[in-house]
């Protein structure tokens, strides 16, 4: 598709299982952040990727959380032992990076719930 | 790192009224300044962006002004519509600490009353 695409759309999940959540970034996009959102409230910054640079992992809440990006593409957010202060929409976003027009791009979000 | 604050976080305006809503940024070298509106349940999209060679930019009964001295900027909507009825983020994109990083402002949300 054309713009940026997450999944799963929605996640229930029980306490203390991990979940996996997946961003698919528009084609040549190198910068994509991971941003949660508690309802009501503002964009929480967890991890920016841009390029081949290392990581700003600065906004991860704790070391339950970690996400991965394989070069350009894919990313995905991984959250270890759910407690239910995780329950958010996760938005991903991507763009064309310093060098482009700097337009962010959000996907539709995961909505996950721990139960 | 950048650090962006963002007033007012609740705006209520009657319709056709004005609204205004302020953003400071810390990060001297940041050049680049857009807004997204998020309207409730949908996804954050910009709507008016602006880099740092311009003071003030406009799009129909959208406006943004920038001042690099004193680090602020603003988004100004005119002849407000129900429509406009939604949270409002700034940010800016700094180059100290994280790199080439958009930071978000905590967001306004904006009611346009009947």
């Known amino acids: 598709g054309a713009g940026v695409s997450q999944s799963p759309s929605n996640k229930v999940t029980e306490k203390g299982k991990d979940v996996e959540l997946r961003c698919d970034p528009i084609s040549g996009h190198t910068a994509l952040y991971w941003y949660r959102q508690r309802l009501g409230q503002g964009l929480e910054f967890l991890i920016y990727f841009q390029g081949n640079s290392a990581p700003d992992k600065s906004g991860l809440p704790s070391d339950r959380f970690s996400a991965e990006r394989t070069g350009e593409s894919v990313s995905t957010l991984t959250i270890q032992r759910t407690q239910q202060e995780d329950s958010a929409v996760y938005l991903c976003?991507?763009?064309?990076?310093?060098?482009?027009?700097?337009?962010?791009?959000f996907g539709e979000g995961s909505r996950l719930t721990v139960l | 790192g950048e650090n962006v604050e963002q007033h007012p976080s609740t705006l209520s305006v009657q319709e056709g009224d004005s609204a205004v809503i302020k953003c400071t940024y810390s990060d001297s070298a940041s050049n680049y300044f857009p807004w997204y509106k998020q309207e409730l349940g949908k996804r954050p999209q910009l709507i008016i962006d602006?880099?740092?060679?311009?003071g003030e930019k406009k799009d129909q009964r959208i406006a943004v002004t920038l001042n690099k001295t004193a680090k602020h900027f603003s988004l100004h909507i005119t002849e407000t519509q129900p429509e406009d009825s939604a949270v409002y983020f700034c940010?800016?994109?700094?180059?100290?600490?994280?790199?080439?990083?958009?930071?978000f402002g905590t967001g306004t949300q904006l009611k346009v009353e009947l």
């Open positions: 940010a800016a994109r700094g180059f100290t600490g994280g790199g080439n990083k958009l930071t």
């Open positions: 976003a991507s763009s064309f990076g310093p060098s482009g027009t700097g337009e962010l791009f």
């Open positions: 602006i880099r740092s060679n311009v």
